[in-house]
Nanobody, 124 residues
Framework: QLQLVESGGGLVQPGGSLRLSCAASGFTLDYYAIGWFRQAPGKAREGVSCLSSDGSTYYADSVKGRFTISRDNAKNTVYLQMNSLKPEDTAVYYC??????????????????WGQGTQVTVSS
């Protein structure tokens, strides 16, 4: 069964950090573009970051300089390190995999597999 499972969400104070994990089972992430998306209540899902199969990265302007996406091939896991968190980062965060090699994928409808989401709340 092909599956993505996110973990690492939680409650953090403004200025704090969290590291989200996206673990894949049933397939190898090496050949996929992996994206992180988020959706806040009442808002559309938005792209946060993407890591292509060849190591290129994309970050939304709102997170550039604060978030870092990385991959551990041995663990078949992609991470999103989130630093200097702000209340506006509060959302459910989803990871997704697109079966496209060597490209950054930003469109949600290009992704083939999605995780169930993990809640991130930034509040004092």
């Amino acid at each position: 069964q092909l599956q993505l499972v996110e973990s690492g969400g939680g409650l953090v104070q403004p200025g704090g950090s969290l590291r989200l994990s996206c673990a894949a089972s049933g397939f190898t992430l090496d050949y996929y573009a992996i994206g992180w998306f988020r959706q806040a209540p009442g808002k559309a899902r938005e792209g946060v970051s993407c890591l292509s199969s060849d190591g290129s990265t994309y970050y939304a302007d709102s997170v550039k300089g604060r978030f870092t996406i990385s991959r551990d091939n041995a663990k078949n896991t992609v991470y999103l390190q989130m630093n200097s968190l702000k209340p506006e980062d509060t959302a459910v965060y989803y990871c997704a995999a697109a079966a496209q090699e060597g490209v950054i994928v930003t469109e949600t409808d290009k992704y083939d597999y999605w995780g169930q989401g993990t809640q991130v709340t930034v509040s004092s």
